[in-house]
């Protein structure tokens, strides 16, 4: 790459960066005009179009940076990950599930690793594999315990397994990580009443009024990002 090249590509991840996804994609594609093969360039196209909720183009520009950056697995697993939650929101479970598989293959341990085990067990779920989902979320809180959604994710297939008080524990310990969380908190109610435990779920009703306050579930998308099954996308 050019210094010209690098310095613009420098340019498009700044403007990515301050949240300016529509002028990073212009970035990228000014690139890929001058550079069709740069790979950093597609990468930047991929993550401007998934911030931008276009899934289809961003599945595309993952692949591309899977075609030309072979021999980068860091740069791959990055793809796979953005792949994969595409194809989640677009609700193609099974294709999902296999890019989060291979950017594991290429991601050593710590929060990418996490998030890609989390996102895993969201589809399995939906693929109803409850035992495999189960088995994917128990890696995800391996590789970090204190990572609400994981939690989330693992209160969902003990759930689905039928395990419903092991998946209170679970609920619980997601809130107690992170309290403002409104997926958990409203499952954690739920399971409650599920079970039978009225005045606890009354209680629990009253802690996460108490908690949410003027919350809006705009404004807690806005602080988990454009993300996948539970917003895990960091």
């Not at 340019?11 to 740069?38: C, D, K, M």
């Not at 204190?146 to 397994?161: N, R, V």
Request: net charge positive; with cysteine.
């Amino acid at each position: 790459m050019t210094n010209d090249l690098s310095t613009h590509l420098q340019a498009g991840i700044s403007r990515f960066e301050r949240g300016r996804y529509r002028e990073a994609l212009l970035a990228a594609n000014t690139l890929l005009a001058a550079a069709p093969e740069e790979s950093h360039a597609w990468e930047l196209r991929c993550e401007a179009l998934t911030r931008l909720l276009r899934f289809d183009e961003a599945i595309e520009a993952a692949t591309q940076v899977e075609r030309f950056a072979s021999n980068n697995p860091q740069q791959v697993a990055a793809a796979l990950r953005y792949k994969g939650f595409a194809l989640q929101r677009l609700k193609r479970y099974a294709e999902a599930a296999t890019a989060y598989h291979g950017a594991l293959e290429r991601t050593p341990v710590g929060p990418d690793q996490t998030y890609a085990w989390t996102n895993l067990s969201a589809c399995l779920l939906r693929l109803k594999r409850a035992a495999e989902a189960l088995e994917a979320s128990q890696r995800a809180i391996a590789s970090d315990a204190t990572d609400p959604q994981a939690w989330l994710c693992h209160a969902g297939s003990l759930e689905a397994l039928g395990r419903r008080r092991q998946a209170v524990d679970a609920l619980e310990r997601a809130i107690a990580l992170d309290p403002y969380h409104p997926d958990a908190a409203l499952a954690w109610v739920g399971a409650l009443l599920y079970l039978g435990r009225i005045r606890r779920a009354w209680r629990a009703f009253g802690e996460v009024r108490a908690r949410w306050g003027g919350i809006t579930t705009r404004r807690n998308e806005r602080r988990y990002g454009p993300a996948s099954l539970y917003n895990p996308h960091r």
